[in-house]
T-cell receptor, first 111, second 121 residues
C-alpha cells in the first residue's frame, strides 16, 4: 500500500462546478498537509497548507483534514478553466521530515 | 511570497555531455534545497537534499556521481547531470526551504522552481 493515494483522474467538470479532490494516507503520524497545483511543464505551486485537523478557506479554495479517517480534501468553488491542472496533495510527519507527495489528480474545467 | 527561480527552463543536449541546472531563491535564504525528478503523469521523486556548505544527501537509487549537486551559497544550488544519456531525459524541479528539512517555519512551506525539461538526444 502506498503511503499517499490519490485518484489520478482525469476529472472533467463544467465551468462553475464545485470540485472535490481527495487523498487518503496510511500513516497516522502525518501532521502537515499541503495542496499544490501544477500546470503542464511547470513546477508545483503551493495552494493551501494546514496543520493537523480542521478546515482552512482561501477564496474559492477550502482544504479539509480528517485525521481520524486519514483523509484530506480540497474543494474548489465556482471552478474556472484556469483551474485546469494537476493537483498534488503532500504531507509531512514533522517539519524536518521528507515531504510525501500523492501522484496527483488531473482536472479539466470545460468552458 | 517566496520565489524560487530555476534556469534553464528547457535544454537539449547530446548523449555523453554534461548539463548544469541552477536553482536560486530570490527573496529568502534557502537553508535547504531539494532536487526532484518527475516523469510524465507521475508525481515528484526526491533525488537529493542539499544544505548550504555541506555535501548533498542522496536518496536510495540515485547515483551521486551522475547527479552532482552543489549548494555553495544560501541562495544558489546547482544540479549537474554528467555524461547524460537519453534515459536521463526528464523534468527536473528544485525547491527551497528557509528551515532545515522540508517543513516550514510556520509561514511558508516548500516552494518550487518552474522546472527544467531536459532532453538528451
Amino acid at each position: 500500500q502506498k503511503e499517499v493515494e490519490q485518484d489520478p483522474g482525469p476529472l472533467s467538470v463544467p465551468e462553475g462546478a464545485i470540485v472535490s479532490l481527495n487523498c487518503t494516507y496510511s500513516n497516522s503520524a502525518f501532521q502537515y498537509f499541503m495542496w499544490y497545483r501544477q500546470y503542464s511543464r511547470k513546477g508545483p505551486e503551493l495552494l493551501m497548507y494546514t496543520y493537523s485537523s480542521g478546515n482552512k478557506e482561501d477564496g474559492r479554495f477550502t482544504a479539509q483534514v480528517d485525521k481520524s479517517s486519514k483523509y484530506i480534501s480540497l474543494f474548489i468553488r465556482d471552478s474556472q478553466p484556469s483551474d485546469s491542472a494537476t493537483y498534488l496533495c503532500a504531507m509531512l510527519k514533522t517539519s524536518y521530515d521528507k515531504v510525501i507527495f500523492g501522484p496527483g489528480t488531473s482536472l479539466s474545467v470545460i468552458p | 511570497g517566496a520565489v524560487v527561480s530555476q534556469h534553464p527552463s528547457w535544454v537539449i543536449c547530446k548523449s555523453g555531455t554534461s548539463v548544469k541546472i541552477e536553482c536560486r531563491s530570490l527573496d529568502f535564504q534557502a537553508t535547504t534545497m531539494f532536487w526532484y525528478r518527475q516523469f510524465p503523469k507521475q508525481s515528484l521523486m526526491l533525488m537529493a537534499t542539499s544544505n548550504e556548505g555541506s555535501k548533498a544527501t542522496y536518496e536510495q537509487g540515485v547515483e551521486k556521481d551522475k547527479f552532482l549537486i552543489n549548494h555553495a551559497s544560501l541562495t544558489l544550488s546547482t544540479l549537474t547531470v554528467t555524461s547524460a544519456h537519453p534515459e536521463d531525459s526528464s523534468f527536473y524541479i528544485c525547491s527551497a526551504s528557509s528551515v532545515p528539512g522540508q517543513g516550514w517555519d510556520g509561514n511558508s512551506p516548500l516552494h518550487f522552481g518552474n522546472g527544467t525539461r531536459l532532453t538528451v538526444t
